[in-house]
């Protein structure tokens, strides 16, 4: 069973900038599509970002698209999100998922059949 750990949330300023990381083990890594999810309080978890089993392609949500940047690892195991340009709306838990590559869509978070605990991220103005 593939495991998935975050790692890299905490609190910054507005305007700061953040990375989050995200280690998976158990399954080949290049079967999955990785994403990043949030969730603020009394909100539904949305979609933040996606990269496809190379890298070769990415999808960003449209808040964040211009300040985040995901990115992958395939050597390592791991995928990234480069957060700059944090905005307090930005505050919300992280999570990050995987799904295999020939199945399901790269925004439906119900898609997505690994997650990881979530790392919350703070954005104070």
């Known amino acids: 069973q593939m495991q998935l750990v975050e790692s890299g949330g905490g609190l910054v300023q507005a305007a700061g900038s953040l990375t989050l990381s995200c280690a998976a083990s158990g399954l080949p890594f290049t079967n999955y599509v990785m994403g990043w999810f949030r969730q603020a309080p009394g909100k539904e978890r949305e979609f933040v970002a996606a990269?496809?089993?190379?890298?070769?392609?990415?999808y960003t949500a449209d808040p964040v698209k211009g300040r985040f940047t995901m990115s992958r690892d395939n050597g390592k195991n791991t995928v990234n999100l480069q957060m700059n340009s944090l905005k307090p709306e930005d505050t919300a838990v992280y999570y990050c998922?995987?799904?295999?590559?020939?199945?399901?869509?790269?925004?439906?978070?119900?898609?997505?059949?690994?997650w990881g605990q979530g790392t919350q991220v703070t954005v104070s103005s």
């Open positions: 990269i496809s089993w190379n890298g070769g392609t990415t």
């Open positions: 998922a995987a799904r295999v590559y020939w199945r399901g869509s790269y925004y439906t978070p119900s898609d997505y059949t690994v």
